[in-house]
């Protein structure tokens, strides 16, 4: 029992030795692998160190290379540059000594022909004191007789020239004068001015006439001082005339007037208080007139002042077409227009209305009516969507579809037939009156007169037109346009040069 433990531990013990000396040999084994794995991987780096260092030498030196290259090559531009810039400097310098040369030969000519022309004028006068003692007369004596027997011998040709001359000279003196008249007349034609600016009362008698003027002018002072007109009486039988630049002030004079007529009494004192009372009048019903817009309209919420402002229109024309009716109209087309493209139909409506507001105080503030009619609407709070239609209808190119619709109903408001003083005849007549106009230059295919004669468009021959000649063109079509035509406002020419290259594949 005793001897088999003692084998039993022996053998353990055994198997103990072994097992440890077995996993040391494999311990030592892994560990010699180890370090081998471990100097193949140090080796490899040091290859690869040493392969990516030769890389980085040789792009180095190619680098270095193309640099040096570059630097010679540069070096070989601007000693070019540098032998140019010598050749020109010497071309310039002889060129310079040249021009010296010839400055130095032009002036010993100068001098040469001077000393000629000196000797010429010498001769002449020996020779012609020679000639003075041969024919034994002076030059004077002469040249009258050669004279003489030329109008002895020539003298009905010279007649008959002399007449053929004055002839002539009459007719091209006639039509120049025909010409400048033509010119003056188109020119300086009585505008609408006169119409614009002054109104004629009718009066019951010349009688009235002296009334109207008082002792001493002082009826007609206090009148043209109170209301801001000049009132013209001159010796047109039953009628007297009301000037002003302002359509308000000329209506306030022509209601006071017709007040102070029927009244039958008129003197400075009488003229005051009917001054004013029409100024009440006017006023409530400029207010009025301005309501009753908006009403139509449907827009609320306008400001009294606004209001007011707009009423002005009544008393403001243009071309005829009164200003408040107009901007009426163009607020319900563009409502129209607005709501079958789908745009803001507020901004269109209130645009339009107020698109010429600027038109109201133009005459009495300086600067264009679309740049007032926008600095009111902005005085008043409007957005900038609103205040722009005040502008837009002016431009070319609005930005906004709401202004490109106020710009269409403005147009078609201001441009259609018998919209203003034009009537469908002359409208057409003048249509094309301007359409031959352009096409009577050369080179210009087809002419359209859009937008009621406000823009021409010349559609012109692009092998017979370039584009210098279609600027050229233009301009040429709009002066003879200016002083042959008689028209409102402005009118765009534009001229249009297209090239096609066409070919067919048969």
Avoid: W
């Amino acid at each position: 029992m005793s001897f088999s433990l003692l084998i039993g531990i022996g053998g353990l013990a055994a198997g103990l030795v072994i097992g440890y000396f077995l996993r040391r040999l494999i311990v030592t084994k892994k560990i010699a692998t180890a370090e081998h794995h471990a100097e193949e991987i140090i080796r490899e780096a040091k290859t690869k160190e040493q392969t990516l260092h030769l890389d980085a030498q040789k792009k180095a030196i190619a680098v270095i290379e193309s640099a040096k290259d570059e630097e010679k090559q540069r070096r070989r531009e601007i000693k070019e540059e540098q032998e140019k810039l010598i050749k020109r400097e010497e071309l310039f310098e002889q060129r310079m000594v040249d021009l010296e040369k010839r400055l130095e030969k032009h002036e010993e000519e100068k001098q040469h022909i001077e000393q000629i022309r000196e000797k010429v004028t010498e001769l002449a006068g020996k020779y012609s004191k020679e000639l003075e003692k041969v024919a034994k007369m002076k030059s004077e004596e002469a040249k009258e007789l050669l004279m003489k027997e030329v109008e002895k011998q020539y003298g009905e040709e010279l007649s008959s020239r002399m007449v053929k001359l004055e002839k002539t000279n009459e007719e091209a003196l006639e039509r120049k004068a025909h010409e400048i008249l033509a010119v003056a007349v188109q020119r300086c034609s009585v505008s609408h001015n006169s119409e614009i600016t002054s109104s004629i009362i009718d009066i019951p008698s010349d009688e009235m006439k002296g009334r109207i003027i008082g002792k001493e002018g002082r009826n007609i002072k206090t009148l043209e001082k109170l209301t801001g007109v000049e009132v013209i009486i001159d010796e047109t039988p039953n009628m007297i005339t009301i000037s002003s630049f302002s359509p308000i002030r000329r209506h306030l004079a022509i209601r006071s007037l017709e007040k102070l007529m029927k009244d039958g009494r008129i003197q400075p004192a009488r003229i005051e208080e009917t001054v004013e009372q029409t100024k009440k009048e006017i006023a409530i019903d400029i207010k009025k007139s301005g309501e009753d817009a908006l009403y139509e309209l449907g827009i609320m919420g306008v400001d009294p002042k606004l209001v007011q402002i707009l009423g002005r229109l009544k008393f403001r024309t243009s071309y005829g077409q009164n200003q408040l009716l107009h901007s009426i109209e163009v607020a319900k087309i563009a409502t129209t227009l607005a709501e079958d493209l789908g745009a803001d139909v507020t901004v269109c409506k209130k645009g339009g209305l107020f698109h010429d507001i600027g038109k109201a105080v133009d005459q009495e503030m300086q600067g264009s009516h679309p740049q007032i009619g926008y600095d009111i609407l902005k005085k008043f709070g409007y957005p900038e969507e609103i205040c722009y239609q005040a502008i837009s209808h002016h431009e070319d190119h609005p930005k906004t579809l709401e202004g490109i619709i106020v710009k269409v109903a403005d147009s078609i408001s201001g441009g259609r037939p018998g919209a203003r003083r034009d009537n469908a005849e002359q409208y057409v007549q003048r249509l094309e009156e301007l359409e031959n106009l352009a096409t009577s230059f050369s080179g210009v295919q087809k002419v359209y007169a859009v937008q009621a004669g406000r823009d021409l468009r010349v559609f012109v021959t692009p092998e017979e037109i370039d584009d210098l000649s279609a600027f050229k063109l233009a301009k040429e079509i709009a002066e003879k346009i200016e002083n042959n035509l008689k028209y409102s406002g402005e009118i765009k020419v534009s001229v249009i040069r297209e090239t096609r290259a066409i070919e067919y594949a048969r």
